[in-house]
């Protein structure tokens, strides 16, 4: 284990975790908010709007997200000219959350979809008996209902970003398993401590999580 | 009684899929008046109350309220429905908000109308209907009965020209539905213009103007309860009282 007493080496674990970190939390705010947006349009009276939100689903839910990640660099970045910083490990950070936030917002879509059929059909119809518009029936009625009841799989939805966001790494971006790599080739004789390390960081990092959602779950429950 | 028209069915038509629904139904509502709707299951009830405020729409014929065609859609039928109270069999009270959140969503949201003041009706209308103690709970803490004088109050609250009550009782245990149907007929004595679906005869002669008998789609007859219940003119109705009416 000397390996990590080398400060150097504790630097670039403790950097490539703290980026995982970061790019969790961009990609995860960011793809709820597109989720939301798309899970709407996937339930709008609009065909145009469900189309875009099917399209969406389909195209990223089964593209393989280390595609999605090199297409944000070669194609968004190379070839369109996205650009978000003159540097480097800034501008490919935030292609990095694009790709992620793009990928995730399929699933985060699809679940609370999912949540939205939980919802009995009576509410709807009373809302809109009531005179509330669609986006205020969504707003007010389903959605707040069908979230409480998604809180579970976008728990699970979240873990999967966690692990995702190591694909980051084919983009350059200075996370943990580009650390893990580093860490090997410097130091082939450690490999397996080393891996082990890095995997449990993980597990600890992530196993709360999983609790922690599925007790918020049970609270946020709506009784019928 | 006026006699000035509020609803008004013209010659409506309504199928689901090859099923004839709604045939040439035509029936006109006065401002004031209750009709009570009653018929065997299936006889197209329910989906007529619902045709009303477009919960169903109709594939033939035109519904008037209040001197206007129903809109079609957007905020043009948002507002009508907003102006017609509905009553589900199911109370659909909103399962994540407190039954006082329940009656004032309306108010606020669709009509914008201030918190304290929507606040204010919708605790006295909590207390007309006996359930005032159950403010602050969710509806799921509700026995049937109150549930349903909840979702009473909350049509109430938006201050409606009309209110439909789509087989009010048939969901409630039966100890539970006294306590509705009184609120319902007291409604009817300050007169609220109601179409009441249901299968109880009791209030239909007490509370109704007029009783309308639907069967396989059509409106077969309508007349003033005393004379609908003692003297039936067609034979489907006869026939459907000398079964309800046995027990």
């Known amino acids: 284990m000397d390996v990590f007493s080398d400060p150097a080496n504790l630097q670039l674990y403790i950097d490539g975790f703290l980026m995982i970190l970061k790019l969790t939390g961009a990609s995860s705010l960011l793809a709820l908010v597109l989720g939301l947006l798309l899970a709407a349009c996937r339930v709008a009276p609009v065909p145009v709007l469900r189309a875009f939100g099917a399209g969406w689903v389909h195209l990223f839910r089964n593209t393989p997200l280390t595609l999605v990640i090199l297409f944000c660099y070669f194609g968004l970045y190379s070839a369109v000219g996205v650009e978000f910083s003159e540097d480097i490990h800034v501008n490919n950070y935030w292609l990095a959350v694009v790709g992620l936030s793009a990928y995730t917002a399929a699933f985060v879509c699809e679940a609370i979809r999912s949540g939205i059929n939980t919802v009995p059909l009576g509410q709807a119809e009373a809302a809109r008996a009531l005179g509330l518009t669609f986006t205020q029936n969504l707003r007010l009625i389903i959605l707040p209902q069908a979230m409480r009841s998604v809180v579970a799989p976008l728990g699970s939805i979240l873990i999967a970003l966690t692990k995702n966001a190591t694909i980051a790494g084919v983009i350059g971006v200075a996370e943990a398993s580009n650390a ?16 082990l390390v890095f995997a449990l960081t993980f597990v600890a990092l992530l196993v709360p999580v999983g609790y922690g959602f599925t007790a918020l779950a049970n609270r946020l429950m709506v009784r019928r | 009684m006026s006699h000035e028209p509020l609803i008004v069915l013209d010659a409506v038509n309504k199928w689901f899929g090859d099923l004839h629904v709604l045939r040439e139904v035509s029936l006109t509502v006065d401002r004031g008046e209750v009709v009570v709707v009653i018929g065997p299951s299936g006889s197209g009830k329910s989906t007529l109350c619902r045709a009303i405020n477009r919960l169903e729409t109709i594939n033939s014929g035109s519904i008037r309220f209040d001197g206007k065609e129903l809109p079609a859609e957007g905020r043009a039928l948002a507002r009508l429905r907003s102006e017609v109270g509905m009553v589900f069999q199911s109370f659909n009270l909103f399962a994540h908000m407190s039954i006082l959140e329940n009656v004032m969503l309306g108010p606020v949201k669709v009509r914008k109308e201030s918190k304290a003041v929507t606040r204010e009706r919708a605790l006295s209308l909590l207390d007309r209907v006996g359930i005032a103690s159950q403010a602050d709970k969710l509806p799921v803490q509700l026995s049937g009965g109150q549930q349903q004088r909840a979702a009473i109050a909350r049509a109430l609250a938006m201050q409606p020209k009309a209110m439909l009550f789509d087989e009010p009782t048939s969901a ?61 003119r067609s034979e489907r109705a006869r026939d459907f009282l000398s079964k309800v009416l046995q027990h």
Request: glycine share 10%; aromatic share 6%.
């Open chain 1, 180 to 195: 893990m790599k580093g860490l090997i080739e410097a130091r082939g004789d450690q490999t397996i401590a080393i891996f």
């Open chain 2, 172 to 232: 409630l245990d039966p100890e539970m539905v006294g306590e509705v149907l009184d609120v319902m007929t007291s409604l009817a004595k300050e007169g609220m213009t109601m179409i009441v679906v249901t299968h109880e005869m009791g209030f239909a002669r007490a509370a109704a103007d007029r009783v309308a008998f639907m069967a396989d789609g059509q409106l077969v007859e309508q007349a003033p309860p005393a004379e609908f219940f003692g003297n039936p």
